[in-house]
């Protein structure tokens, strides 16, 4: 078994201001659009993480140049488009956006390339993006499995049209082929049919980003949107702070009954994660956004929620865990496509969140939350970064909390358990500051 941390329980109240790093889903969607744009440009303030150099190891290794603007390695991202013109091996990790963003734009390149990633990945699901490309004119090789591991052979162009599509496990299958529909000879012009698109909200992100690169987008469809053929300008992206890891910090003062502002907050922005605002407001926190500055303090005790969390499914697992803490009840629905996330969430946290105490019901699209006396114990993470953010907010309140490893939310996070320990005691040592 991995190693066991100790979840951090604060000594005494807290009173904390956190900077965070930037978003996940920003930056891979800028690296992409920095790689067939028709110019340099530049990703400021991008997330270095394991999801994030997966991306631009990918985008490099087609032919793309991604510098770092710092000799250091902690600055900008100079991203100068380059002829793909070779055969390549992309490693996906446990990364959807590079699993499902890369091979759209694979069709560009001319050659053969070869993708697989970690174990878990091969299970979590592709196979609608696989053939879409497919009836959009791009040769891919799968062996009948639609999923990894599969190779693309680019042949420089791409014909594209329209192609139907069920996105009812992940709203990335609309994104990808929209993020590279642009070069294709006839654009994209995507529609969806089956059960509701989750996390349309990163789908918004999508479409705006790509009308901030000049291209021209229609969704004024439901479940329909179509992409005209074009340039892609290229243009340089400031990256915001990633909201949905922000959710331990704030879950942080919500559990506590302290305070933690988080810096950088966006007056507005297509991240799921600013739901938080409310989701916590709804739980009995005092919120409040001012300057850029997103202040959360935490109730006596939080009230349970009823929620469907299908558009901002990747709060799930931060939103289950302060339920578990508190008073009343709550009932989370509407998330059943978590359970392709990085691993089964819905199944993963039922079975965390128990074996600590909590009284949990497991519902095919949720969780039945009720109050109940936790105790320490090990909380199992599955290579899931947000599990282990479930963990470490029950660690706030309940004592010997050991979360196995920590390190997995280098998914996102760049030396997570450093700046939780930081939050929570104020300095590393673990003594009050
Ligand atoms: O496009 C993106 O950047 C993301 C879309 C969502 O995926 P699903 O639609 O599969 O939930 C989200 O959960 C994931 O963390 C990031
Ligand atoms: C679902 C997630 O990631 P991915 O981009 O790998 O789908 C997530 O970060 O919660």
Redesign the pocket.
């Known amino acids: 078994m991995s190693e066991l941390w100790p979840a951090p329980r604060p000594l005494e109240r807290v009173d904390r201001v956190v900077s965070l790093p930037g978003s996940?889903?920003l930056t891979?969607r800028a690296l992409v659009l920095a790689a067939i744009a028709d110019g340099p440009s530049v990703v400021r303030r991008p997330l270095r993480s394991r999801d994030t150099l997966l991306m631009a190891a990918a985008l490099r290794s087609l032919g793309t140049r991604v510098d770092d603007t710092a000799a250091d390695g902690a600055g900008d991202w100079a991203v100068t488009p380059g002829a793909w013109d070779r055969d390549a091996d992309i490693d996906c990790g446990l990364a959807?956006?590079v699993m499902r963003f890369v091979p759209p734009v694979v069709g560009l390149a001319t050659g053969t390339v070869a993708f697989d990633g970690d174990p878990h990945m091969r299970l979590r699901p592709v196979g609608q993006v696989l053939a879409a490309l497919g009836a959009l004119g791009v040769h891919v090789d799968d062996g009948g499995r639609g999923a990894l591991p599969f190779s693309v052979r680019g042949t420089g162009s791409v014909p594209g049209g329209t192609v139907t599509i069920d996105a009812s496990a992940?709203?990335?299958f609309v994104?990808a082929l929209l993020l590279a529909g642009a070069r294709y000879e006839h654009g994209v012009d995507v529609r969806h049919v089956g059960k509701p698109v989750?996390?349309l909200p990163?789908i918004e992100?999508?479409v705006q980003m790509l009308r901030e690169h000049g291209v021209e987008v229609d969704d004024s469809d439901a479940n329909r949107w179509a992409v005209a053929p074009g340039p892609v300008k290229a243009v340089d992206h400031d990256i915001e702070p990633d909201l949905?890891n922000a959710a331990p910090f704030l879950a942080l003062g919500a559990a506590t009954g302290g305070s933690v502002t988080v810096t950088g907050w966006p007056d507005s922005t297509t991240q799921p994660g600013d739901e938080l605002r409310a989701i916590l407001a709804l739980m009995g926190c005092e919120v409040t956004l001012v300057d850029g500055d997103l202040t959360v303090r935490g109730p006596e005790r939080l009230t349970g929620v009823d929620l469907d969390l299908h558009d901002v499914?990747?709060l799930t697992p931060a939103v289950a865990a302060l339920c578990a803490l508190a008073k009343s009840p709550s009932h989370l629905r509407g998330v059943a496509?978590?359970r392709?996330?990085e691993t089964d969430r819905i199944t993963a946290l039922a079975t965390e969140l128990g074996r600590l105490g909590a009284d949990v019901t497991e519902r095919e699209d949720g969780l039945d939350i009720r109050p109940a006396a936790l105790h320490g114990g090990t909380f199992h993470t599955y290579a899931d970064h947000r599990m282990a953010h479930a963990g470490v907010i029950l660690g706030l309140a309940v004592d010997g909390v050991l979360v196995e490893d920590i390190a997995t939310t280098s998914k996102t996070f760049p030396d997570f358990a450093t700046a939780w320990t930081v939050a929570v005691h104020g300095r590393t040592d673990g003594t009050p500051s």
Do not use: A, D, F, L
């Open positions: 996940k889903s891979n959807g956006t992940s709203s990335q994104s989750p996390s990163h992100m999508t949905s499914g990747e496509h978590i392709g996330h």
